[in-house]
């Protein structure tokens, strides 16, 4: 089983930076792609970001430029830079590690408040 906790979520003013972590443990599959997804209250839970094993980087639009995804694969940690937050932004982020679909794991989700 795999389990991920995430860290590093709070409050932050717009235009504030915040770094969310993720570490992985149990029994992880290499190579694999971890990612951020956020939802907030009433909407679906939509991509933020995804890297790949190798550092491939997947962005949706609406952070492009704003949020840094990397990763240390041999921590099996994941981490979000969100810079320049703004009040859209709020939501409750979650981690994701797959590496198929049948093998998707998520955290239990870290607040993510911008107030403007």
């Known amino acids: 089983q795999v389990q991920l906790v995430e860290s590093g979520g709070g409050l932050v003013q717009a235009g504030g930076s915040l770094r969310l972590s993720c570490a992985a443990s149990?029994?992880?599959?290499?190579?694999?792609?971890m990612g951020w997804y956020r939802q907030a209250p009433g909407k679906q839970r939509n991509l933020v970001a995804t890297?790949?094993?190798?550092?491939?980087?997947n962005y949706a639009d609406s952070v492009k430029g704003r949020f840094t995804i990397s990763r240390d694969n041999a921590k099996n940690t994941v981490y979000l830079q969100m810079n320049n937050v703004k009040p859209e932004d709020t939501a409750i982020y979650y981690c994701?590690?797959?590496?198929?679909?049948?093998?998707?794991?998520w955290g239990q989700g870290t607040q993510v408040t911008v107030s403007s």
């Open positions: 994701n590690l797959r590496w198929v679909i049948t093998r998707n794991y």
């Open positions: 149990g029994s992880i599959f290499s190579p694999n792609t």
């Open positions: 890297i790949t094993h190798y550092g491939n980087t």
